[in-house]
């Protein structure tokens, strides 16, 4: 763990992330970079496991692709297991299926298997991202339907769109990103002023 990791709003990993160079068919930026340097991805848990300080759940639910890392990280941490939120056609056993419209647009199937835990069994959501908020709905559509309760969701960072707004004012949102803070404003301009220096030697591992 990094001995400073500077003030908590301004936390020297988030400059690691990555700038889109592949054009509007692809989301904005790339946190993954945090992934791959040891002490921005310790630092980054640390965070987050601070806030998730007194939220009790029973499981994390991590949602496809990115959600897997961050996720089952967290629920290794707090020593509770992992549950899979798969896009659609991967798992091969009986499950319940969403349909939601993410950033891109596009409209896309999610699944979660059936069932997958006893009634009142506290899940902890955990997404890389979250903008317009449609796959984090879709999830929580998923894990109440088998009557679950959404202990909390836990993300990077959440833009203030309007339903991602939502999801912050009706449940418990912890994000590395602190709100109101000027890494918040540069996310919901989606260009973040670090992108200036970026150099993807910076995120090596060491
Ligand atoms: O709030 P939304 O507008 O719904 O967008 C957020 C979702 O988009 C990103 O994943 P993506 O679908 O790009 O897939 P990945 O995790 O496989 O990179 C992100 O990790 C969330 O899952």
């Known amino acids: 763990m990094t ?5 908590r709003d301004d936390r020297w990993y988030f400059k690691l992330m990555s700038p889109n160079t592949k054009g509007p068919k692809f989301a904005w930026l790339d946190p993954t970079s945090i992934y791959i340097n040891q002490r921005a991805f310790q630092d980054l848990l640390a965070d987050l496991l601070a806030d998730l300080d007194g939220v009790e ?8 692709a990115m959600g897997f890392v961050l996720g089952a990280a967290l629920a290794a941490r707090r020593d509770v297991g992992f549950l899979p939120i798969r896009k659609v056609g991967k798992l091969c056993v009986d499950t319940d299926k969403v349909s939601f419209t993410n950033y891109s ?13 006893a ?21 929580i559509d998923l894990v109440t339907r088998q009557k679950g309760v959404v202990a909390g969701l ?12 939502v999801l912050r004012d009706t449940h418990t949102v912890v994000t590395a990103i602190q709100p109101a803070t000027k890494w918040q404003e540069e996310c919901n301009e989606q260009t973040l002023s670090s992108f200036a220096s970026y150099d993807a030697r910076d995120a090596f591992p060491i």
């Open 119 to 139: 009634p009142g069994t506290r899940v902890l959501l955990v997404d890389q991202w979250i903008e317009t908020g449609g796959t984090m709905e879709g999830a």
């Open 57 to 64: 759940f029973d499981v994390v639910g991590g949602l496809d």
């Open 154 to 165: 836990v993300a990077i960072a959440m833009e203030d769109t309007p339903r991602a707004s």
């Open 105 to 117: 647009g596009r409209t896309q199937d999610m699944e979660m298997r059936l069932p997958a835990f």
């Open 3 to 7: 001995q400073d990791k500077g003030p």
